[in-house]
């Protein structure tokens, strides 16, 4: 079956410009996660969702981040007034539930550049 | 969370088995370890998880001692495609959505 997909997989904007994100998980997971990974580092996590609620929102890294997921599937991570520092690969994953011992199924990412 | 440290990077040829070890000193008794793989321009794949001992699938071997303080990757006969980097994560079972990835080890497979 189809994979988690993510669109756009390049976006390239103007500081201070708003980008949409989205993410479209595998058909019945009820686990969604945003990261995000800079150039030759690890992943660092943004959000989480437990069907269209996010319990955990600590790792967004101001309050120009938000994100949403609408009818238990697909999210979009919304970054307004976009800086440089924002540059990087923000990916998806997908889970069946949240524990940890289910696998998460990542994305191909979307490269964002601020410029 | 527990914190892990893996080396930084590796180096093989084609054909050696590879071990990677990751240290988790403060693991806790609900924790289980996993391992993800990641390409270039692409989002990590998931490798093997275990708890203790050892665990086997068609791509790599899990070695977990009985403290469970570190764990050992084993890739074996790896070839070309194994280049990549290798993450090793360690979270709770009931509630770990938020996964912590590291710097990961960089395995570079030479032919």
């Known amino acids: 079956g189809a994979g988690v997909s993510q669109s756009p997989s390049n976006k390239v904007t103007e500081k201070g410009k708003d980008v949409e994100l989205r993410c479209d998980p595998i058909?019945?997971?009820?686990?969604l996660y945003w990261y995000r990974q800079s150039l030759g580092q690890g992943l660092e996590f943004l959000i989480y969702f437990q069907g269209n609620s996010a319990p955990d929102k600590s790792g967004l890294p101001s309050d120009r981040f938000s994100a949403e997921r609408t009818g238990g599937s697909v999210s979009t991570l919304t970054i307004q007034r976009t800086q440089q520092e924002d540059s990087a690969v923000y990916l998806c994953?997908?889970?069946?539930?949240?524990?940890?011992?289910?696998?998460?199924?990542f994305g191909p990412g979307t490269r964002l550049t601020v410029l | 969370l527990a914190k892990t440290t893996q080396p930084i990077s590796m180096d093989s040829y084609e054909g050696q088995e590879v071990n990677i070890t990751c240290s988790h000193n403060?693991?806790?008794?609900?924790?289980?370890i996993t391992w993800y793989q990641q390409f270039p321009s692409q989002g990590p794949r998931f490798i093997i998880q275990g708890y203790k001992t050892k665990v086997t699938n068609e791509v790599a071997s899990l070695f977990i001692p009985a403290d469970r303080k570190s764990s050992t990757l084993s890739l074996p006969r790896v070839s070309l495609s194994d280049t990549a980097v290798y993450y090793c994560l360690v979270g709770p079972m009931d509630s770990s959505y938020k996964l912590i990835f590291g710097s990961g080890t960089r395995l570079l497979v030479r032919p």
């Open positions: 994953a997908s889970s069946p539930d949240y524990m940890s011992t289910d696998t998460q199924y």
């Open positions: 058909s019945g997971h009820t686990a």
């Open positions: 403060n693991i806790a008794t609900n924790d289980y």
